[in-house]
């Protein structure tokens, strides 16, 4: 080493005495340092020049010492110098700083050191006299503290590899954008995971894009780190380098792929597009550009992110080799995984030397044996932060009293975000529990409004009124209010629903169960497809009636015309919904679903749900005996769960000839006022001749008993329409103003006949 040449001394005439001792200390030095040792002509100094033995890099690195005056010598021992990112553990710089004597102290470096690196100086003094053999062997002894602390700092402190230094020096035009991939030493790995990497090579060689993946973000790296080895122990090759930003867009990742000289290794989720349109031409497009200017990129992620953006819809013609598919192996060798968990974190510290590196491993492996092999693998970035944090601040010692503590307290969290079920995350917003809870609280109002508009049901009203009343008031605020009405068509189910809003003023949605032929459609059109499929761009429905409105009424009807895989899938969602009060959207997002109130409405199949009323022999069944049937038909359908989430089913009841006449003749007025109103007529009353309904459902027995009330309310309008228009042709004249209309039928039951009073 060059003489410091930033000291100063006093330069006093000095005796021979204290020459002689300096010379002698030179000899001691000489040969306990390995250092060569040179004392200028003068006699009253003396710096170290050339290290004895090729590559020797322990003890003390550097050495100079001055006579001052006649009163004593000073010696200055550089006994570690590091990078400024680096960190020693705490512990051992109180150990080194308690193991010196009184005569020996931590000083300011006496050199000037650049800015990249610092290190840590000692100064003995002593006596200017020639030293007796007691007072040599005494010297001697604090020569070797200071060497032996020299020993134990530089063991601490990773050696300087000119090969990663070269490799982040290529990085530097790139830094923000890329970082360097360093090398893992290979031959202590199992030959199985090189293989692995051989192969990941081999495609990459060929311009091959390569998308790898696994479960756990460690064990991709770990594999990335033996790729960096085999590629960096070839000159020609482009080194291995990982993508900074969080997002960017397929074109400008494609123009920083050109400029950077790397094989670039990319996150899938960092990839994003101009259009959700046009995601799978621009990365079709992407990866033709890739081979056109052969330069090929590793994808990495999990398979789910993978096949996302690469398998391009339904439409989409994939190849094999458009990336190349490379799932990497579930077991690793803890050990392996124990070493690049720790370098990855020593990146953030300066690094770390191999003697620590052995000891927090040896460390981690005793605190980790009792782990499964998956909760170790996902916990151990977490450990390796940990230790090496514990390491730099108490050293060996108190890395083994706390990772005990550490480890269990990693270990032992289950709670996840997506799993925070007793915080009810999904809410009622208070205005709309306060509605629900006053107008669903009064049975006998909501019963009143029901009975206006459904005819025939009053006592299964009540049944509902009672129900919703029971649902509003002790329903939790995280579930959505729920009830399940069964009946043959056209009894008042879905209007029992439609008028429920009315009453609520809130809005009315229908999911038509029986509308989906396949698992996938109703998937898709209800919670939304993945990003990269067909229609991923748009809201599903589902979404948009709980998150859209402040309160819906949500028919799902027909769930018996659904098939049967279709109903078991759609019963299991939905049962997820009315236990948490939440869904999951196919993109992932959650979205609550408890301002809803969900009606279910369903058939008996094959007729069963008339048949609860048909007696068996003499009388009516008891009320008890069509519930307890009513139950076991629904079993055959729908799963246990899902029925003790729904509650229990209100079956209406099967329409007497009365109560369709009195439906008919309802369905004749709506319809007449609505069509005066679209004609701008206004139509002040309505008489309706007696008995019309009754003899129209005479005339139409079998027919209006065995569709119920909805071919009604369409032969209702038919005969309207014929009729209003030919009341209007018959009058050859606009109408205008009030009019009031007599209503009767024909006598053969075909046509209605109106006439104005």
Partial sequence: MNQPQSQTWNNDLQSGQATEALKQAAEFMSSLFGLEIIVNQDGMRLYSSIRKGAGQVIGVQDVCGKIINDEYIVFQFKVAEASTSFQLPW?????????????????????????????????????????????????????????????RLQAAIPSTDEREAALKKKFKDFKGLVTPILPAPVDTVQKSDLTVAKEIDYFLTASCPVAIFSQHDIVTHYFLELLASLINQKTTRHPLGRLTPGSIRAIELLELIKKTPVVLVIRVEQITFG?????????????????????????????????????????????????????LPNKVANEDLIDCSLRQAAEFCGGLAAGAQNQIRSAILAHTRHLPNDQFTHILPFIANSSLNLWTAQGSSGLKQELEKTVALLSGKKETVAGMAAQFSAQRPDSIQACFVDKLSHPKQLLDDLKSDIFGQDSVLETVANRLCQEAVSRPSNQPIRLCLVGTSGTGKSQTAMRLAGYLGIPYENIDAGGYSNIQMANTQLFGSGPGFVDSNKTPRLMKIAAYHLGCVLEVSDLDHATREVREQLSEQFLQILQTGQAQSGHGTTFSCASLIIIFTLNLPDGADERLFTPIGFGQPEAGDILNTLTTELKKMLSPAFLSRMGQAVLFNHLSQRTLAMIMESALEKSLRTAGKNFGIDINQIQISPSLGKNFIKIKNKDAIAFGARPLEDRARELVVNAFLAFIENHNMQLAGTVNLAVKLSQKGERLLLTAY
């Fill in 91 to 151: 512990g051992m710089i109180v150990e080194a700083i308690t193991r010196l004597g009184p005569r020996m102290t931590v000083i300011k470096p006496p050199v000037n050191s650049n800015d990249k690196t610092t290190a840590l100086w000692v100064e003995l003094r002593t006596n200017p006299t020639p030293m007796a053999p007691i007072r040599a062997a005494n010297f001697s002894r604090q020569l070797e503290i200071i060497n032996d602390i020299a020993n």
């Fill in 275 to 327: 259009s959700v349109y046009e995601s799978n031409a621009e990365i079709t497009g992407f990866l033709q550009s890739l081979l056109a200017i052969n330069r090929p990129c590793i994808f990495v992620g999990g398979s789910i992110q993978i096949q996302n953006l690469f398998s391009g819809g339904q439409i989409a013609a994939n190849s094999p080799l458009s990336p190349v598919l490379i799932a």
